[in-house]
């Protein structure tokens, strides 16, 4: 009797990936095994559930941070540089909320198993990297003195929420620039240290 094929969890994980994919959540862990041509047993032993597979081949990794928040080393243009950030960030979510939408709504998955899997959810790892970097324009002057966090919290919060909206279909499923940029000059209000000292003198 010859000895089973091995497999590398990354081509378990791809193979998973493409059967989910292809034929949906209601696929099965035998589907997988034919599909890598390994029995069950194999896939159990690295994932003892289906739900375990799910998550683990369908979650999106976490982005390249230092991608997203590159731009806003340039202190001389930080507005032009917020601009940047937000579109990497609609970026993000566009890739990653249809696959992690349905996985949410499973009721063998969900948000718990989701969470409980993942060594920390991309929402929050993406604030508090955001956050930093901002703590650290503030700490320079090159900002106003506003709360990092809440200033992280509601540019991702903007970009999961608009994402949404687009995916339940407004405005034709893409949000407008002009209307990303607008919500953009919202928040540059807050933080912008010219733009604060011309409201206090007024």
Not at 48 to 77: F, R
Not at 104 to 130: F, H, K, W, Y
Not at 147 to 168: C, K, N, P, Q
Request: charged share 20%.
């Amino acid at each position: 009797m010859g000895r089973p094929p091995l497999i590398t969890n990354n081509a378990l994980l791809a193979a998973a990936r493409e059967v989910f994919s292809h034929d949906g959540l209601s696929a099965t862990i035998k589907d997988v095994a034919e599909r890598l041509g390994v029995s069950e047993a194999a896939i159990f032993k690295r994932y003892p559930t289906k739900s375990e597979l799910v998550v683990a081949a369908m979650v999106p990794p976490l982005p390249d941070m230092s991608l997203i928040l590159d731009p806003l080393d340039d202190i001389d243009d930080i507005r032009g540089a917020l601009s940047q950030v937000m579109r990497s960030l609609l970026a993000h979510m566009r890739e990653t909320l249809p696959l992690v939408l349905p996985l949410i709504s499973q009721p063998d998955i969900g948000l718990e198993n989701i969470m409980r899997q993942s060594s920390e959810p991309a929402v929050m790892s993406i604030t508090a990297a955001l956050a930093k970097r901002f703590g650290e324009l503030r700490e320079r002057g090159d900002v106003s003195p506003v709360d990092g966090r809440a200033a992280a919290g509601l540019m991702v919060a903007t970009a999961h929420s608009l994402v949404l909206f687009e995916i339940m279909g407004f405005h034709g499923g893409t949000i407008p620039p002009q209307g990303v940029e607008a919500m953009l000059d919202a928040l540059w209000i807050g933080l912008c240290p010219q733009m604060q000292a011309e409201g206090e003198q007024q």
